[in-house]
């Protein structure tokens, strides 16, 4: 496994362990049930940061280009 590949794991592996820590931070922060905007969006932030660079390795696997963006709909 080359280095990259490695750091990248070791970023995924950093995500997965705060993630259940962020989810019990943003329970605790509800304020009449309705959850802080700004702990959902950075949240959201994370993960779908982590989510393109996923998507770009797997694109270079493949020989392609990486993709220029990535559009997860959000309705």
């Known amino acids: ?10 970023r995924l592996g950093q995500v997965n362990t ?13 304020d009449g049930g309705t959850l802080p905007v700004d702990g959902v969006r950075e949240l959201a932030e994370l ?3 982590m989510s393109a660079e996923l998507y770009q390795r797997a ?3 493949e020989h392609g280009a990486a993709p220029v963006r990535i559009v997860i709909d959000a309705r």
């Open 59 to 61: 694109a270079e696997l």
């Open 47 to 49: 993960l779908g940061g």
């Open 18 to 30: 705060g993630l259940g820590r962020a989810v019990v931070d943003l329970m605790g922060r509800q």
């Open 1 to 10: 496994m080359i280095a990259r590949d490695r750091d990248l794991l070791a």
